[in-house]
């Protein structure tokens, strides 16, 4: 038995003595956050069963209305912190407007943007999906949040992260010193340190990753990088169409990330604020980079929640590439 056993807390403690200036809020806050992916893990992890209950109609056995996973991942995340009074308003993909702390509640000085549950055409193939947290400081001068507070761009994050229920159920996060991964131990419910300073590898795995059925109706450069990629680059593919699991594997062997624009969705379809921005702060903290194709996706100044990005996210070397054969091929 490993005597040396780092949980979530005592990791942040440790960074905490490092950091003087860090208060134990962010600790805090985080251990939320790890109790939320603990809650929507056990669910995820027996979503084939809810199915098999729920499928006896709208009930499950025990009179309780079966909730889609991502309404309850939404739910569990906002009461992990509405009471916490280290939030001053949150934001997610499940919910049109910005998300003000209950006048009951104190609220604090944090932003959590999220998506509380990503890939969700997956559960039912029992293919691995996500959660995936974004976390800024508030900036706007009223007591409490606004929805300014939400509208910064990725470089303002203070913290990013993802939880990812696979095979283990893994969370992974950067408050801007390297990249941390912490594997759930179910047997004592807490988040293990398995993966201290996630680095992207070096030479990183010649794989590329987008969904190529939209091949068409993509721009003449976009078309023109894939096949460079898969011909004269010599690259394998991999695509799990769950955007954690999906960067997961990139951090892990290195690659590139792609979803482009095209004729149907000119911004791409993965949203900036709590899809592309946190996964930019992981991926860039890990030694990767993270583009629009024409620009650090970090540096976008969002003016809506729910705006959308083309990505282009991995191995800094495959990342370069693309931006430069978009930059020729009209892209
Ligand atoms: P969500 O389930 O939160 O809507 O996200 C799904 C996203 C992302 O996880 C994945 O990369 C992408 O959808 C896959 O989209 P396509 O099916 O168009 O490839
Ligand atoms: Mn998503
Ligand atoms: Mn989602």
């Not at 009951?104 to 996500?130: E, T």
């Not at 590139?256 to 899809?275: A, I, Q, T, V």
């Not at 729910?306 to 892209?331: C, K, N, W």
Request: charged residues 20%; hydrophobic residues 40%; negative net charge.
């Amino acid at each position: 038995m490993n005597s040396h056993v780092v949980t979530i807390s005592r990791f942040l403690i440790d960074e905490e003595r490092r950091h003087p200036e860090a208060t134990g809020n962010f600790t805090s806050l985080l251990h939320d956050i790890a109790l939320a992916a603990k809650l929507i893990g056990r669910e995820v992890n027996k979503a084939g069963l809810v199915d098999i209950l729920g499928a006896a109609g709208d009930e499950n056995v025990h009179g309780e209305t079966v909730q889609k996973l991502d309404q309850f991942a939404n739910d569990v995340i906002y009461r992990a912190l509405d009471h916490t009074g280290l939030v001053a308003c949150m934001a997610s993909e499940e919910n049109a407007g910005f998300i003000p702390i209950p006048d009951k509640f104190p609220a604090g000085d944090y932003v959590v943007i999220f998506d509380p549950l990503d890939g969700s055409s997956n559960i039912d193939v029992n293919v691995s999906i996500g959660t995936i947290f974004s976390i800024h400081r508030k900036i706007s001068d009223g007591e409490r949040g606004a929805l300014e507070d939400c509208l910064q761009p990725g470089s303002r994050q203070v913290a990013a992260g993802y939880v990812l229920y696979g095979s283990s159920t893994m969370l992974v996060f950067t408050s801007g010193a390297g990249v941390h991964g912490f594997t759930l131990d179910p047997s004592i419910g807490e988040f293990l340190l398995s993966h201290p300073n996630m680095r992207m590898p070096e030479p990183p795995a010649k794989v590329y990753s987008v969904n190529e059925a939209y091949y068409r109706r993509w721009t003449t450069g976009q078309q023109r990088l894939v096949s460079h990629l898969k011909n004269e680059g010599g690259f394998g593919s991999r695509y799990i169409g769950s955007f954690v699991a999906d960067i997961h594997r990139i951090l892990l062997q290195g690659g590139l990330f792609m979803y482009p624009s095209d004729d149907k969705n000119p911004s791409g379809k993965l949203r900036l604020l709590y899809e592309a921005a946190p996964l930019a702060m992981v991926v860039e903290q890990a030694g990767g980079r993270a583009s629009t194709g024409s620009m650090d996706l970090l540096d976008v100044e969002p003016v809506e929640l729910h705006q959308r990005t083309p990505i282009y996210m991995g191995s800094r070397a495959f990342v370069d590439l693309a931006e430069a054969m978009l930059a020729e091929g009209g892209g």
